[in-house]
């Protein structure tokens, strides 16, 4: 399954950013999906789920929403608010079983190529 991530960019401090992931050729529904990010010098830490259970990170949560367009194809992640310590490289994965709080990256079997987030102080 080949995931393409994109949205990423150069946002100030307090603005909003979405982004998107496509998987063609599949059905993104039909998949258990999540977002990660990778910050600078940092290992790569869970951000948000969408399975059998909506999860997020404690550091987003309520700034972020995880949701699928499934007329699109789509796993977005709407992000408000950000933060300069949101600075990282965002990846879309999806898993392959389904479950409650998948939040390990070992939960994962596909992930997307990355997109690069920037939020300026």
């Known amino acids: 399954v080949q995931l393409q991530a994109s949205g990423g960019g150069l946002v100030q401090a307090g603005e909003s950013l979405r982004l998107s992931c496509a998987a063609p050729?599949?059905?993104?529904?039909?998949?258990?999906v999540g977002w990660f990010r990778q910050r600078p010098g940092k290992e790569r830490e869970f951000v948000a789920g969408?399975?059998?259970?909506?999860d997020y990170a404690d550091s987003v949560k309520d700034r972020f929403t995880i949701s699928r367009d499934n007329a699109k194809n789509t796993l977005n992640l709407q992000m408000n608010s950000l933060k300069p310590e949101d600075t990282a490289v965002y990846f879309c994965a999806a898993g392959l079983k389904w479950g409650e709080h998948l939040t390990n990256k070992n939960d994962y079997r596909y992930w997307g190529q990355g997109t690069q987030v920037t939020v300026s102080s």
């Open positions: 050729g599949r059905t993104f529904s039909t998949y258990p």
């Open positions: 969408l399975s059998w259970t909506t």
